[in-house]
């Protein structure tokens, strides 16, 4: 089946930074599809160009079949974007975003009334339907643009961090969302920071950085390939253990204070750590995609 | 750099969002156009108008009130269209980020600044319109030709509309509209012979009130409230037209290199 997108070689530059650097990938229909990265690795930058706001320095995208910078009106009009920013527009009540927004699909006003009381149903927010934007929580704010989002039932929806600065609840009830479009066969395309939601989400994801991609898979593939299925944290490493991990090339991060073991699930390895190593602060937990992440793309601060 | 092709009648949908957020606040915004000329024919017909009596004009004598009445209206439009696309545009580019909202579903950049163009011209039209009834209330204005103030308030609104927008793309932040304000809305506010004939200006002013233009709207505005005017007509109307064509090219420029990263 043909992919819902395509992207070839895709650059964008701009005076002296090189913000895209030959990315490539597809997204099938029906496809959750996660893109990864540290603050500036490139994820709005390519987002933005997959809905047409930023023309790419170089490279092709296909959406639906159809070149972005030729037929970008026709494929705007089939794909939601929830942008990062809130866009919302406090001049008008809740209700008339999603009518108003509507509008700009040439969508007639009688049918966007109805997907509109229909869409604030979905993200319970029917009851705040003539509140002003600037009297709604930031959970509601969110749902709102993801309303929005949909207001042309779009065969492709596209996030930029939906969640960022929500409380566990409202996240929580993204998720729920979100998981439920996915079921009804939406396709979707996700950048986060939270690699919960990315690992929750996701049916497969990149991880990009300084521009270009490292890696793809599904989570656990990534989990299984780049930290394992188990990890134990050691507190207050000592000479020994150090010594026992080199002298049996166990992968591991040596943060001074703490190490990190990535170990195969029930490895004679573990046990032996278990018993001779673990004096003071020893965490055993299964390997996440926050340790992929971190591996990756490094723990130095990037901003 | 200009896409035409990019164009369709899909901008109409921006400027009824502009026309949704209006009716919100109609009735504040009404009530500046309704008491301002009131304001002004107070000051100028009672305190002023007794110092200068009657003023000649284009080779027919008029009260100084009846003088002035046609360029309140074209300075209200002046002040609709351009504050509209300088502060009002500028929140809704910068702060509101509505625009880039926009941006997301399938309008053009073009029809979005075109949107906001013909909407600052709307509205200075709806002022323009008001004003004309307050004041034919004081019989300062002929009809049928005083209806025309109607059609040129657009044409008039489209222009400053677009310089507004032009400015609104090139200016870092808004406290500096300032700039704009002074050097460029003031002295045409003073010097379009709004409160004096500019024939009566020194010779070597004349031509810098001529590339005003305001002064070319008043100078319609005279035309069809009174009969007369000072300049060619057709010049004037060719005059606005070229300008506001080449200020919405150069605000489409200005506001993509600003919007399209």
């Known amino acids: ?303 | 750099m200009i896409q035409l092709d990019d164009i369709s009648w899909r901008f109409v949908k921006v400027w009824k969002r502009n026309l949704v957020t209006f009716q919100k606040i109609w009735k504040v915004n009404f009530i500046t156009p309704l008491l301002e000329p009131l304001l002004f024919i107070a000051a100028f017909g009672l305190g002023f108008a007794g110092l200068v009596g009657a003023v000649r004009y284009a080779g027919a004598e008029f009260s100084y009130t009846a003088f002035i009445a046609p360029a309140l209206i074209a300075t209200a439009v002046m002040n609709n269209a351009f504050f509209e696309t300088t502060y009002a545009s500028f929140v809704r580019m910068y702060y509101q980020k509505t625009f880039d909202g926009m941006l997301a579903t399938p309008l053009s950049i073009e029809e979005i600044i075109i949107a906001e163009i013909v909407w600052s011209a709307t509205k200075a039209a709806a002022a323009a319109g008001i004003m004309l009834g307050v004041l034919s209330a004081f019989g300062y204005v002929q009809y049928p030709s005083g209806l025309l103030v109607v059609p040129l308030a657009l044409l008039g609104g489209a222009a400053f509309g677009a310089i507004g927008l032009f400015f609104t793309g090139v200016i870092p932040t808004i406290e500096m509209f300032n700039l704009p304000i002074f050097l460029f809305v003031t002295p045409m506010f003073l010097f379009s012979g709004t409160f004096f004939p500019v024939s009566n200006l020194p010779t070597w002013a004349k031509p810098l009130a001529l590339a005003f233009p305001l002064y070319h709207l008043v100078e319609l505005a005279r035309l069809a409230c009174l009969g007369r005017c000072e300049t060619v007509p057709w010049l004037s109307v060719v005059y606005l037209v070229v300008f506001a064509a080449l200020f919405s090219a150069l605000a489409l420029l200005c506001m993509r290199r600003r919007l399209i990263k």
């Open chain 1, 1 to 303: 089946m043909q992919p819902i997108i395509e992207v070839q070689h895709l650059f964008k530059k701009y005076q002296d930074v090189t913000a895209v650097d030959g990315v490539s990938f597809t997204v099938g229909r029906g496809e959750f599809f996660g893109l990864l990265g540290p603050n500036g690795a490139g994820k709005t930058t390519t987002i933005r160009m997959l809905y047409a706001f930023s023309p790419p320095t170089r490279g092709v995208i296909r959406i639906f079949g159809m070149d972005i910078a030729r037929d970008w009106r026709r494929i705007k009009a089939r794909i939601g974007v929830c942008q990062q920013d809130n866009t919302l527009d406090p001049d008008l009540t809740v209700e008339q975003n999603l009518i108003v927004f509507a509008g700009y699909f040439s969508i007639p006003s009688k049918e966007a009334k109805a997907r509109a009381w229909e869409l604030l149903e979905f993200f319970a927010l029917s009851g705040r339907r003539g509140a002003k934007v600037m009297d709604l929580s930031g959970g509601m704010i969110r749902r709102l643009i993801l309303a929005r989002s949909l207001i042309n039932r779009p065969e492709l929806l596209i996030l930029d961090e939906p969640t960022t600065g929500l409380d566990p609840q409202s996240r929580h009830q993204v998720w729920d969302r979100l998981e439920k479009l996915k079921a009804s066969g939406l396709s979707v395309v996700l950048t986060t920071h939270y690699m919960e939601e990315a690992s929750r989400l996701c049916d497969r994801l990149v991880i990009v950085d300084h521009g270009k991609l490292l890696v793809e898979g599904s989570p656990e593939e990534l989990i299984l390939k780049h930290a394992g299925r188990s990890v134990i944290e050691i507190g207050g490493p000592d000479q020994a253990l150090r010594d026992y991990l080199k002298a049996h090339a166990v992968p591991h991060d040596d943060l001074g204070r703490r190490i990190i073991l990535y170990t195969p699930d029930g490895n004679e390895l573990s046990h032996a750590v278990r018993d001779n190593f673990c004096h003071q602060q020893c965490t055993f937990r299964t390997g996440t995609l926050e340790d992929v992440f971190l591996r990756l793309t490094g723990r130095e601060l990037r901003e």
